[in-house]
């Protein structure tokens, strides 16, 4: 167990809906990094957030969106959900902004139809 | 190009063989390098990171790094079934901005027989 946690484990969602997916770091950890996983394929970079700021983001469009709060947990936001959306969404934290250690939580699975 | 590749298995070894995973990788800047091992329907789990050219065991898995030749492996002694499992290679590159992201491979799928 890495101490970091994911809500909801499963989420069904229709094409167009909105979907927020939460995560809590571990303890001490301040920076959470989110990923996304399709079938068969290595995780993703979404983005990472670094003391309530965003400080990085991989290739994906606006309707990703994300906030991290005072306490370091995260949301993942992601509007307009299309079918491609259907992943595993991944949260990783570790401590400070080159944080080179990241630990997984247990994902949450998204299913978009 | 894929900015981290492995051998794409899947890989099958016999319990108690060796299993060697490979990856290379392009960004010659990376510093970090980790190994991670993802069972089915969980998430990746950390099972060794290294940092220098040269080797680095933890019981029974040693990873070998060349940065020269852009090459990161896994070897895995005395391979037990419970070792099957999707094995990640991940390096660590600047994102935009500050932030340090990982970058993965699409795993190699180990199966280990009995």
């Known amino acids: 167990e890495t101490g970091v946690t994911q809500s909801p484990t499963h989420l069904i969602k229709t094409r167009g809906q909105q979907v927020t997916l939460r995560c809590s770091s571990q303890?001490?950890?301040?920076?959470v990094s989110w990923y996304q996983q399709a079938l068969g394929q290595g995780p993703q970079f979404i983005f990472q957030?670094?003391?309530?700021?965003?400080?990085g983001r991989g290739n994906f469009p606006p309707r990703f969106s994300g906030l991290q709060f005072p306490n370091y947990s995260s949301e993942l936001n992601v509007n307009a959900l299309e079918l491609d959306d259907s992943a595993l969404y991944l949260c990783?934290?570790?401590?400070?902004?080159?944080?080179?250690?990241?630990?997984f939580g247990p994902g949450t699975r998204l299913l978009v139809l | 190009q894929k900015e981290v590749e492995q051998n794409s298995g899947p890989l099958s070894v016999p319990e108690g063989a060796i299993a060697s995973l490979n990856c290379t990788y392009s960004?010659?800047?990376?510093?970090?390098f980790f190994w991670y091992r993802q069972y089915s329907g969980k998430s990746p789990e950390l099972i060794m990171s290294i940092y220098s050219n040269g080797d680095k065991e933890d019981g029974r898995f040693t990873a070998q790094l060349n940065k020269a030749s852009q090459y990161v492996s896994l070897l895995i002694r005395d391979s037990q079934p419970s070792d099957s499992a999707t094995y990640l290679c991940a390096v660590n590159v600047i994102s935009s901005g500050s932030a340090r992201q990982l970058t993965f491979g699409s795993g190699t799928q180990l199966t280990v027989l009995p």
């Open positions: 990783a934290s570790s401590q400070g902004s080159s944080g080179e250690t990241q630990y």
């Open positions: 957030y670094y003391r309530e700021e965003e400080n």
């Open positions: 960004d010659r800047v990376s510093q970090s």
């Open positions: 303890s001490g950890h301040n920076t």
